[in-house]
């Protein structure tokens, strides 16, 4: 079956920078939507990153509004892997990020729209 593996998570200051990376097993992230979410302690999970290729194999990004400027999302098809680049990081950030593919349509940021799901890596961001 699917799996979702997430890695590069940890401890860092406000200002700092991370790259998280999400490892997809028996599933073709070519030409399929995936994303990225985080959740912090008592809040419910959103949505952080998107992407998808649309008309001319032309890839689309979707942000969270709080970190678009700061983090960047890419894929390897080669090494099925989808990065998050988060730079710029703020004590806000810190969150459980999680991989999310398998998409049946609507809003990219809907959780309820995605099949598959990695465990999570934590990202913590100290004053």
């Known amino acids: 079956q699917v799996q979702l593996v997430e890695s590069g998570g940890g401890s860092v200051q406000a200002g700092g920078s991370l790259r998280v990376s999400c490892v997809a097993s028996?599933?073709?992230?070519?030409?399929?939507?995936m994303a990225w979410f985080r959740q912090a302690p008592g809040k419910a999970r959103e949505g952080v990153a998107g992407?998808?290729?649309?008309?001319?194999?032309?890839?689309?990004?979707d942000y969270n509004d709080s970190v678009k400027g700061r983090f960047t999302i890419s894929q390897e098809i080669a090494e099925k892997t989808l990065y998050l680049q988060l730079n710029s990081l703020k004590p806000d950030d810190t969150a459980i990020y999680y991989c999310?593919?398998?998409?049946?349509?609507?809003?990219?940021?809907?959780?309820?729209?995605?099949?598959?799901w990695g465990q999570g890596t934590q990202v913590t961001v100290s004053s």
């Open positions: 999310a593919a398998g998409a049946s349509g609507g809003r990219w940021d809907d959780v309820s729209q995605y099949k598959y």
């Open positions: 028996k599933y073709t992230i070519k030409d399929n939507r």
């Open positions: 992407i998808y290729t649309g008309g001319r194999q032309r890839l689309y990004y």
